[in-house]
């Protein structure tokens, strides 16, 4: 993290579940990068212990953090349950606690990880902005028009480092395997114009290079 900021980057996004836990000991080592969660599932763990988290980080370290929710997938989660009214009722709460004065997150200093139309308009209305994965350049530009000019739009974007056709495409699948069976991802590849036959049998061609520069 301190070579990434000397470096000149802005940012350093946290996957895997994180939470603020995870990002204090890179903030702590820093001086200036913001550190962020892509994403703390919401799931994970209550709102009123994120905002303790967030409070207490921003206390020691004022504006380093940035709160990145979302609702993750189905498969992975046991109580997964209607996403988008929990994360609804979990940004509401936060709200309420801010409201309170027992600490939340200013809306301003989280953002969704955001898919969908319906997403995408609540890390708009709700938040600074989004933080889609696993999309392409023309969900990038759609969402960019959902959201407005001003909020924070910061999409995941895979590159294998290849020249050759045939490898770059067989390594973009490996990784994209485990993708390909979640579907959150699968439904908004429809949404942008693919079929089931490209999702089939480990991603068409189309589907591989709109995902995966290479």
Not at 77 to 96: F, I
Not at 109 to 124: D, F, I, K, Y
Not at 149 to 160: D, H, M, N, S, Y
Request: proline share 6%; glycine share 10%; aromatic share 8%.
């Amino acid at each position: 993290a301190s070579e990434l900021e000397e470096l000149g980057y802005g940012a350093v996004w946290l996957g895997g579940n994180s939470t603020a836990r995870n990002a204090a000991p890179l903030i702590e080592a820093t001086g200036r990068i913001v550190v962020a969660t892509s994403i703390q599932s919401i799931w994970q763990q209550d709102p009123a212990t994120t905002a303790a988290e967030f409070t207490a980080l921003e206390a020691a370290h004022p504006g380093r953090f940035v709160l990145g929710l979302g609702v993750s997938h189905g498969p992975r989660v046991r109580q997964y349950r209607k996403p988008y009214a929990t994360m609804v009722g979990y940004l509401d709460r936060l709200d309420e606690l801010e409201r309170s004065g027992e600490g939340g997150v200013p809306a301003g200093r989280r953002v969704l990880a955001a898919l969908g139309p319906r997403m995408l308009e609540l890390s708009r209305d709700r938040a600074a902005g989004a933080i889609p994965y696993l999309v392409t350049p023309d969900h990038t530009a759609r969402a960019r028009a959902v959201l407005g000019e001003t909020a924070l739009l910061a999409p995941e974007f895979k590159v294998v480092l290849e020249t050759d056709p045939d490898r770059a495409r067989t390594l973009a699948r490996s990784c994209l395997a485990p993708y390909l069976e979640l579907p959150n991802y699968t439904n908004n590849f429809l949404r942008l114009g693919f079929t089931e036959s490209d999702i089939a049998g480990g991603g068409s061609d189309r589907l591989i290079d709109a995902l995966v520069a290479w």
